[in-house]
């Protein structure tokens, strides 16, 4: 069961949970299921649908997997009507998660991206590489 600590995870830790399953990008992403609510939001989602739809995956996933995988993330996580703008990530298209961790009383963003982790913390939100979150949790 998980608990109402809302944790965010961005794309590339998901596709990297997916397509390398001994990873400790895997290792954060069931992780977190297992400790919080993981948060989603539409745009966050459909960068995801987007992502695994790529061809150049094909050769870890079949696409069919991937979507699989896909349906099964969106049954398990919680979305959210982001209701908040941010416009304060240096490439724009991060934005999308620092909105959904502010509208969800997030407590932790959880990224390999740098963009993300050089605003840790950002409103008092965690930001934390997949290792960091597993040895902060």
């Given amino acids: 069961m998980t608990s109402s600590i809302g944790i965010v995870l961005d794309t590339n830790t998901i596709v990297s949970a997916l397509l390398l399953p001994r990873s400790i990008s895997r290792q954060a992403f069931d992780h977190a299921l297992a400790v919080g609510s993981v948060l989603a939001s539409q745009a ?4 995801l649908d987007d992502v695994l739809r790529r061809p150049k995956f094909d050769r870890y996933l079949h696409e069919e997997e991937r979507l699989r995988f896909l349906s099964a993330y969106i049954s398990t996580v919680h979305i959210l009507d982001v209701t908040i703008v941010v416009t304060d990530c ?3 298209k991060d934005n999308k998660f ?3 961790a502010m509208t969800g009383a997030a407590i932790c963003i959880v990224s390999g991206d740098r963009d993300l982790l050089e605003l840790a913390p950002y409103h008092g939100i965690a930001i934390l590489s997949p290792r960091d979150f597993l040895q902060a949790w």
Wanted: no cysteine; aromatic share 0%; proline share 0%.
């Fill in 44 to 47: 966050t989602l459909d960068e």
């Fill in 98 to 100: 620092l909105e959904l």
């Fill in 90 to 92: 240096r490439d724009a």
